[in-house]
């Protein structure tokens, strides 16, 4: 179950490597890969739904962990769950924009 969520929300499953072969399959691999962009569109639509409701869950579990407060013997739980989600939502604003970029890149340029 792991490996197809994995294959889900990867922007870069159905892309080919355009960096060896001949210069004849290098031009095909990026010929395909630009019929292949809508793809890209959907795995950004998938992570901007993911996002959304990982940033009200950060906020909630910052709010629960004390918003960085702690009383004495106090465990920290929540505060780790709202870094671990924090770095989740960063991480993925990360893949949002390296895919819009490749997305931009191969909807103008010809190759």
């Not at 959304?52 to 780790?80: C, I, K, N, Q, S």
Request: hydrophobic share 45%; aromatic share 12%; net charge positive.
């Amino acid at each position: 179950m792991l490996e197809s969520l994995l294959r889900w929300f990867s922007p870069f499953r159905r892309m080919k490597d355009v960096s060896c072969g001949t210069r004849e399959e290098r031009i095909a691999a990026y010929r395909y890969n630009r019929r292949q962009r809508g793809e890209l569109t959907a795995c950004m639509c998938r992570w901007a739904f993911l996002l959304a409701g990982v940033a009200p869950l950060t906020e909630w579990l910052d709010a629960l962990g004390g918003g960085g407060v702690h009383a004495e013997g106090m465990p920290r739980v929540f505060a780790y769950l709202a870094a671990a989600s924090a770095t989740l939502l960063v991480c993925g604003l990360c893949v949002l924009l390296i895919t819009g970029y490749v997305y931009v890149y191969l909807t103008n340029h010809e190759g």
